[in-house]
Structures are given as C-alpha cells and as structure tokens.
C-alpha cells in the first residue's frame, strides 16, 4: 500500500489504476487478451493464474483498502469462501465456526466438508470463549463473519486474533457485511478477509465477483489452490469491479448514515417487534461495534409484530425493491427464510435464530425521509390488509 494514499476514498480513486500509455485516458484501459507471450517475458499471464494486467491492478487496490499485502479476486463471493477455506483445511483437521452465518457458507460446511473428511464444530456464541471451548486438538482455522448475515450479530475481531495466534491457528473472515470502507479486520490479527465483491465492491447490483485478501504467504497459499479449481474472473467484469470501487467510501457512508436513522425509525415503530442494527445503543455488541468499526453500515434487520403481514407488507412497498442480493445503490429487502437461509431447516433457522418473520433490509442512498415514507405506507397497508382478511 502506498503509504501516501491513507484515505479511503483516495485509495479507491487511484490506488491499483493501470496507466493508460498510449493514449493518456483518465481510467484504466481494459486488457481483453486471454493468450499471452511466454517467450521473454518476466511473468507468463493467463487468466487462471490470476495475473492479467487488470486483475493485478485491482488486486493491489483490493489490498490497499484492507490493509493487507495482497490479494486475488474471484467469480462469485462462494468461490472465495470455498477456495480460502479448502486451502488451509485437509482430511482430519477441525473447524470452528459459528452457527449465525451467511447461508452458502453454512450448506458449504454441512453439505461437502464430509468428503473431504474435514470436521468442524458450529458453536452458538460469538465470544472468545466459545470459540475457544470448542478448539480441538486438530483445529486449525476459525472462521468468523462479523456483522453476521442477517442478524448482525458481532464478534470481537482482536479477541479471536489473539487466540488464533495463541493456539497457531488461521482465522478466516467474511467482511461483506461491513465493506473495508467500515472494517478492517487484518488490523486486528485476522489472517485472510474475505469478501463478495457483488455487494458493497460493486455496489450496483450488476457485478458478480468476490475477493480474499491477506498477506502474502496466506494468499500464496490459496492461489495454488485457486488456480486448480479455476474460479477467476473476466477481465471485462474485473475492469466494471474497478470502476464500482472508485465510489465505494461515498456510496458505503451514506448507506451507513440511512441504516442508522432508519433503525432508530423501525426500532420506535408500534408494528416493528424488533431491530438488529450494531450502531443501536440496545444492540448487544453496540460496545463491541464502536471498537472495530468504522462505520455501522447499511444492512440491518428487523421483525414485524404479528399484526402484520409481511408477504404484504413486501408488495406494498413502492421504491424499496424486494431482491434477493444486497448493497446496491438501491434499497434492497427480502425474508432470510425464503432466500439467504431458505436451505435450511426450520430448525437449523431457528437454532441461528431466524424466525419466519424476520426482514433483512439492504439500505441504499435515496432520501431518507423517502424510505420512511415507503416503509409506513407499507406497514398501513400491510395491517389494515391483515386485519381485512382475519375479519
């Protein structure tokens, strides 16, 4: 990272931009070749390798915003997370995860660990001790994800980075839900950052990527795994992902600056049972959240009271969009039981504490008093409907 370029905003502008020679443009050119020279060459580039002109330069600017030394990017947030998993997990070693996490990371877990004869142990609490009463004697990673998906529930980043390094252990997180712009856990001692770069690095909900960033020895480590499995991005969509980070800290702060007014609104409402938002003074990790945040960021979640249905409640809503992803420019809702955590179990749901009522909402950067406005509208309808249809 360049130690010139300590803003966020800064970094997201120019740091990783590829120098157009020829012509002098203001952005990076796009280097659409997937065959290159190998003759005379200082580093043979092929697209699986990771190492086009283009991913390199966004891999130094994914770097740079997470404060690591290196990085690599991949086709979907899933690549990442299998790939950095896999890469430092063989048959026989142990896993400790906790259960409230992103539902493709858990089905990962459940549905294909067993074929690799890897074992791991899903554990309730976010606290250190949890994570440390379950560390067997083949433990070696511990995977976090902080806020978590979709109850943003917190876990302290420098406690697991101690333990980890106290036991010589890796520890690997998801840090979609904050974005670098909000968190950055390799400050902590956190080993590997993972990320689906669709969310918050796109930011327009027309991208599908995902990132890993780390230290060099780390993201060695995954690359010879990486460029087996074969999960690398088009140069066309690493060039698009480029583009997107440039706005990233300004799109991601306003975002932020909606949640939480939008959490204090849902969080006094008659019809809202309860909200799940870090930068909430009744959130059980606020403390937490204020330590190792930035910013609370934009997702949060929220159930309704029974006298609302929320099938209704959905279609009733005018600008805020039901959608199955999140972080876009545009306020984003869904019901984590049919989409996110729909995999599940009712019970597996309900052991992470995902009731059928729950919300997740994805804030985007329209007027506040705007989403406001469509969220009452919607409440209104939504329980004078249900009230219609008991009668």
């Not at 990076?28 to 699986?48: A, G, H, N, Q």
């Not at 992103?102 to 609490?125: C, R």
């Not at 770069?197 to 230290?215: E, F, N, P, Q, R």
């Not at 984590?336 to 995902?354: D, V």
């Amino acid at each position: 990272m360049d130690k010139k370029a300590k803003g966020v905003n800064t970094i997201c502008t120019h740091i990783g931009e590829l120098e157009d020679k020829t012509f002098k443009g203001a952005i990076s050119p796009l280097y659409m070749s997937t065959s290159y020279d190998y003759e005379d060459v200082d580093i043979k580039r092929y697209p699986r390798y990771f190492n086009t002109p283009n991913q390199e330069a966004l891999c130094r600017k994914i770097a740079a915003l997470e404060h690591t030394e290196a990085a690599l990017i991949f086709g979907s947030g899933m690549a990442a997370v299998s790939t950095a998993l896999l890469a430092f997990l063989n048959k026989g070693d142990h896993l400790v995860v906790p259960r409230q996490i992103y539902g493709g990371a858990y089905n990962l877990i459940v549905e294909e660990f067993s074929k690799y004869g890897i074992e791991y142990t899903f554990i309730d609490g976010t606290e250190r001790t949890a994570f440390e009463n379950a560390i067997q004697p083949n433990t070696r990673v511990l995977y976090l994800e902080t806020p978590s998906n979709p109850l943003l529930t917190l876990t302290d980043l420098e406690a697991i980075g101690s333990l980890a390094r106290s036991r010589g252990l890796t520890t690997l997180i998801d840090n979609t839900f904050a974005s670098p712009v909000n968190q950055n856990p390799a400050d902590y001692g956190i080993d590997v950052i993972i990320h689906s770069a669709t969310k918050y690095m796109g930011g327009h909900s027309d991208i599908c990527a995902g990132a890993v960033a780390g230290s060099h020895t780390h993201i060695d480590r995954i690359f010879q795994l990486a460029k087996n499995l074969g999960g690398s991005l088009s140069d066309y969509t690493v060039w698009l992902l480029e583009r997107s980070l440039k706005t990233m800290g300004i799109r991601v702060r306003a975002q932020n600056e909606n949640a939480l007014k939008l959490a204090n609104f849902l969080e006094q409402h008659p019809d809202i049972h309860k909200v799940y938002y870090p930068g909430l003074q009744s959130h059980p990790n606020h403390q937490i959240a204020k330590a190792q945040m930035h910013g609370f960021g934009g997702m949060l979640s929220f159930e309704l009271s029974e006298a609302v249905d929320q099938h209704t409640f959905m279609r009733s809503l005018k600008w805020i969009k039901v959608s199955m992803s999140l972080a876009g420019v545009e306020s984003t809702l869904l019901a984590p039981s049919k989409t996110s955590h729909a995999l599940l179990s009712p019970e597996e749901r309900l052991k992470t504490g995902i009731r059928d009522g729950l919300i997740r909402f994805s804030t985007g950067i329209e007027d506040f008093e705007d989403l406001k406005a469509d969220l009452t509208q919607a409440l209104v309808q939504s329980k004078t409907i249900s009230k219609e249809t008991v009668t």
